[in-house]
């Protein structure tokens, strides 16, 4: 009896600090993308949390009034952007790819927070993603481009 009480007591701190939520849970996805030699709504970005997500248009230069429109998001969406993200790999990556936005030809980013807090950003080249980023970005793209600022 004496041995079970021990080994409780042993192990039973080590049991609280074990939780059903993974550190490497995705709470936030944010996407955009931005054209430096552009007038007018050059940068466009949305922010997807688990319920909502906030899509913001906006200039460099402050000549028009950002606009900013948030939405519900469905369990479904919000599972959809998360699955087969290998965030590994993701936070593997170096935080700037290529040349984003050299020559007027765009940048995109991609940044996710996890459950942890840890925060990672990648930054690369329009239309020219990391093959590990292809298939969430197309997705993303297809979600942002849904939305017009005009």
């Not at 197309?138 to 005009?150: G, H």
Request: with cysteine.
């Amino acid at each position: 009896m004496k041995n079970t009480v021990y080994t409780l007591i042993f192990i039973f701190p080590f049991m609280m600090g074990c939780t059903d939520i993974n550190d490497s849970t995705i709470v936030q996805v944010s996407y955009g993308t931005s054209f430096g030699m552009c007038v007018g709504y050059c940068k466009h970005d949305m922010v997807l949390l688990p319920n909502q997500v906030t899509y913001t248009c906006s200039s460099w230069n402050n000549s028009l009034e950002p606009v900013t429109q948030t939405e519900s998001l469905s369990a479904t969406s919000w599972n959809s952007i998360k699955t087969d993200f290998n965030e590994n790999a993701f936070f593997d990556l170096p935080e700037t790819i290529g040349c984003p936005d050299c020559a007027d030809g765009g940048a995109e980013w991609l940044e996710i927070k996890l459950v942890n807090g840890k925060i990672h950003k990648v930054t690369f080249e329009y239309n020219n993603e990391p093959e590990v980023l292809k298939n969430k970005i197309v997705q993303l793209r297809s979600l942002l481009r849904s939305k017009t600022c005009n």
